[in-house]
């Protein structure tokens, strides 16, 4: 049995016409919830989007200071391979000057130097025993196979000393001095000097490397 309706038709469309409304607001809510989600998702990938950014700027700096420091690491590497060739043709980084003020240190007043000779000469050094290199009085001209030959200042000196205790306190400080290397005597011998009877000798050295 089919029911009666006795509403007046304005009131039956406008019942229609609310319906209508919850359900266009109720999509409209729908819609909106989505639009928000989707854009904090979207904001989640720009967020990531631009640490990432970051990342690479970070790193591309980085590589452009990296970059920017290959001249002069490279001029430093010219400069290096320089001295390193300068130190093995000269055989000692030791200045000359240095040298010459360890001597007038060392050397007391009651004596002085006649002669000084510095060259360069190529001496035997055996790597398989390291420890020996320093203690081991050096050869000179030696080829054979296994013997590595290097380059090394060469100090040989002549003076005048009143006694042979002289002399060898002399000497003994030449070795115990840093700047010096292989000190070992030439000879010693009786002169005359101005009359008076005085001790000359010799001694020869190498300059540490």
């Known amino acids: 049995m089919k029911e009666a309706d006795f ?4 009131l039956r469309q406008q019942r229609v ?3 209508r409304l919850i359900r266009q607001g109720q999509l409209l809510a729908i819609c909106m919830a ?8 979207r904001q989640a990938w720009i967020s990531e989007a631009r640490a990432t950014l970051t990342g690479i700027h970070d790193r591309a700096e980085a590589q452009d200071r990296l970059i920017a420091q290959i001249p002069p690491l490279e001029r430093q590497m010219a400069d290096l391979l320089i001295k390193k060739q300068i130190d093995s ?3 000692s980084r030791t200045d000359c000057t240095a040298m010459l003020a360890e001597l ?3 050397m007391p007043r009651n004596m002085s130097l006649a002669s000084l000779e510095l060259k360069p000469v190529e001496i035997r050094v055996e790597p398989d025993h390291p420890a020996k290199r320093k203690t ?14 290097v380059r090394r200042v060469r100090v040989v000196l002549a003076g005048l000393a009143p006694t042979d205790v002289d002399v060898a306190n002399f000497i003994g400080q030449l070795s115990a001095s840093p700047l010096f290397e292989n000190v070992n005597m030439g000879y010693a011998k009786t002169v005359r000097f ?3 009877s005085a001790r000359e000798f010799q001694a020869s050295c190498y300059l540490a490397k």
């Open 194 to 196: 101005r009359g008076r």
């Open 34 to 41: 989505c639009m928000a989600l989707l854009t904090c998702v």
């Open 7 to 10: 509403l007046p038709e304005w």
């Open 17 to 19: 016409r609310r319906k």
């Open 89 to 91: 043709e000269l055989g």
């Open 136 to 149: 081991r009085r050096p050869v000179r001209g030696d080829r054979r196979a296994g013997v590595k030959l």
């Open 104 to 106: 007038c240190h060392l």
